[in-house]
Nanobody, 122 residues
Framework: QVQLVESGGGLVQAGGSLRLSCAASGRIFSINSMGWYRQAPGKQRELVATITSGGSTNYVDSVKGRFTISRDNAKNTVYLQMNSLKPEDTAVYYC????????????????WGQGTQVTVSS
């Protein structure tokens, strides 16, 4: 019923930048919070940043001042601009969203994207 499709990952040198995108499609009535998580090899998945439908943002301390989350509600898309990348940012980045479906009540359901690899070389 809903798909989250990420794009924009890749290989970049330390200090470089990447911009991730995640587009939601399907029987969407509305999208509440959207966010990005990441999982490095051998580590648990961690929250990177979230953004509410009203634009309020939250970041993990390790990315504050370097990453910026934004969204285009008309396109059902969330972005993550990543600057000053460090080797420790290397991970699979996952998009996450709380989505209310058309004709399925008012309780949002949580969805994940398939992930996109970000590799930062030193």
């Amino acid at each position: 019923q809903v798909q989250l499709v990420e794009s924009g990952g890749g290989l970049v040198q330390a200090g470089g930048s990447l911009r991730l995108s995640c587009a939601a499609s399907g029987r969407i009535f509305s999208i509440n919070s959207m966010g990005w998580y990441r999982q490095a090899p051998g580590k648990q998945r961690e929250l990177v940043a979230t953004i509410t439908s009203g634009g309020s943002t939250n970041y993990v301390d390790s990315v504050k001042g370097r990453f910026t989350i934004s969204r285009d509600n008309a396109k059902n898309t969330v972005y993550l601009q990543m600057n000053s990348l460090k080797p420790e940012d290397t991970a699979v980045y996952y998009c996450n969203a709380d989505i209310v479906l058309i004709a399925m009540g008012v309780i949002p359901r949580n969805y994940w994207g398939q992930g996109t690899q970000v590799t930062v070389s030193s």
